[in-house]
C-alpha cells in the first residue's frame, strides 16, 4: 500500500467523517481514495474550487465537532495557513497532512523537509502552534491519523501529519488492524443545532484586549501541557554512541541504514528520531547531551529542524 | 487458516515470494500476465499460516495477506 492511502485508511477507521482536498502532486491520492472510501464509511468527500475553500470547509466541519480533514503538498499547505490560524484561534480540532515537495514557491515534485518552520512553529499569523507528528513509513501515516486526531481532539488545536514525498509515494506492506481504538473526547462547544441547550458560538474575534488576552494564555497553557504530555520519540542504539544522528520521516529511514553500516564498521553511532516535532522532544536531548553524546541532524532542508536541536541541546554538546 | 491474494498485474514473475514461503503454498503460474511476465499464484494446501513472509518480501507490494 501507497503511504498516502495508508493515511486515508488510518483517518477513516480513526472516525474522520469529513474530507475536503484539492489535487496537487505529491498528495493526490489522498484526495483519490478519500474519494474512494470516504463516502462508504457514511462521511463526505469533496473536492474544492481551491486549497483556501478546503480548509475552511474543515474549519466548518471541525465548529460541528466532526472529525474532519484536508491535505495538501507545500505550496497548497502555503495558502491553507490563513484558514489554520482562524481554527487555532477558534480552538478547534482538525488533521492537515502536509505531503512535502520542493520549495519555495512551486520548486518541484520531489520529496523535502524544508516545510519544517511552517508546521511547528505556527506557519500562519499569531501565538499558535501545530501539534506536528513526522511519520517514516507507510505503517506510520496509517498510525499517525488516529494520532493526530487524538491529539486535535485532545487540545482542541489543529493537528499536522508532516510527511513528504518519498513516505506518501512509497509501497510498503502493512497490517491493517481490524479496529483502532480512538479518543473522542465529548464536544460540548460543537455547534450542532442549540435545541435543548443555549447557543454555542466559535469565533476566532475577540475585539477587547483583555478577552484575548485570555484567550492566547489559554492557548499557550495547553501547548505547555502538551509538551508535558505528549512527545514521542524513538532512539536506536543511542546508549553507547558517541555521536548520535537527529532525523525525522524519510531522512531518519535513511539515517538507520547509515547507522547500521557504520556500526559494522565500528564508529559508535546511535538515531534519535523525534515522532512529534511539536512538542519538540527537548529534554530527552538535553539529558543524552548532559552525558556527553555529540549530535549529527540531519534533514532535507539547509537546516531547520537543526535549531531546534541547538536550543534543546544548548552549547552542551 | 490464512490465504493470500496477488495482484497479478503488479507482479513481475521474480519468484521471492515462492523461495521464501515456508510452506511452499505460491507456485509460479503458466498463464501470463498485462506485462508478458508468468505471475506467482496461491497454492491453496490449507497450509498457509499468514505470516505475511511473502508479503513483506516482495518487492512490488503486490501481494495481501488474510489471516
Same mark, same amino acid.
Given at each position: ?317 | ?23 511452499? @503454498?505460491? &507456485? $509460479? ?24 513472509? @511473502?508479503? &513483506? $518480501? ?10
Amino acid at each position: 500500500m501507497k503511504g498516502n492511502e495508508a493515511v486515508v485508511r488510518g483517518a477513516i477507521a480513526a472516525q474522520c467523517r469529513a474530507f475536503f482536498g484539492y489535487p496537487i502532486t505529491p498528495q493526490n491520492e489522498v484526495p483519490e481514495y478519500m474519494s474512494k472510501y470516504m463516502p462508504a464509511a457514511g462521511g463526505v468527500f469533496l473536492q474544492a474550487e481551491s486549497e483556501v475553500a478546503a480548509i475552511n470547509m474543515v474549519y466548518g466541519a471541525a465548529s460541528a465537532g466532526i472529525r474532519a480533514m484536508t491535505s495538501s503538498s507545500s505550496p497548497g499547505v502555503s495558502l491553507k495557513m490563513e484558514g489554520l490560524s482562524y481554527i487555532a484561534g477558534a480552538q478547534l480540532p482538525c488533521v492537515v497532512v502536509n505531503v512535502q515537495r520542493g520549495g519555495p514557491g512551486l520548486g518541484n515534485i520531489a520529496p523535502a523537509q524544508a516545510d519544517y518552520f511552517q508546521a511547528v512553529k505556527g506557519g500562519g499569523h499569531g501565538d499558535y502552534k501545530l501539534l506536528t507528528v513526522a511519520p517514516w513509513s507507510v505503517r506510520e501515516m496509517f498510525e499517525h491519523a488516529a494520532l493526530a486526531f487524538d491529539l486535535a481532539d485532545r487540545y482542541r488545536n489543529p493537528a499536522m501529519i508532516l510527511s513528504d514525498a518519498i513516505i506518501g509515494q512509497m509501497l510498503e506492506p502493512i497490517e491493517i488492524p481490524d479496529k483502532v481504538e480512538v479518543d473522542i473526547p465529548p464536544k460540548p462547544w460543537a455547534t450542532t443545532g442549540a435545541k435543548g441547550r443555549g447557543r454555542n458560538f466559535i469565533t476566532s474575534l475577540y475585539i477587547v484586549p483583555e478577552d484575548l488576552e485570555r484567550i492566547n494564555l489559554d492557548i499557550q497553557a495547553k501547548y505547555a501541557e502538551a509538551c508535558r504530555r505528549e512527545v514521542r520519540f524513538q532512539e536506536f542504539e543511542v546508549e553507547d554512541a558517541d555521536m548520535v544522528l537527529v532525523a525525522y520521516g524519510c531522512v531518519a529511514r535513511i539515517c538507520r541504514t547509515t547507522m547500521n553500516l557504520a556500526r559494522r564498521k565500528g564508529l559508535r553511532i546511535g538515531l534519535f528520531r523525534p515522532i512529534t516535532l511539536f512538542p519538540f522532544p527537548s529534554e530527552r536531548l538535553a539529558a543524552l547531551a548532559r552525558d556527553g553524546k555529540r549530535f549529527l541532524t540531519v534533514e532535507l532542508s539547509a537546516g531547520q529542524m537543526v535549531e531546534d536541536v541547538r536550543l534543546a541541546v544548548n552549547g552542551a554538546a | 487458516m490464512g490465504h493470500i491474494v496477488i495482484r497479478e498485474d503488479r507482479c513481475k514473475g521474480c519468484e521471492i515470494c515462492v523461495r521464501f514461503c515456508p510452506k511452499q @503454498c505460491i &507456485v $509460479m503460474s503458466d498463464r501470463f500476465n498485462s506485462k508478458g511476465h508468468h505471475p506467482s499464484e496461491f497454492h491453496d494446501t490449507g497450509e498457509c499460516t499468514g505470516c505475511t513472509v @511473502c508479503a &513483506v $518480501m516482495c518487492p512490488d507490494v503486490a501481494i495481501e495477506v488474510y489471516k
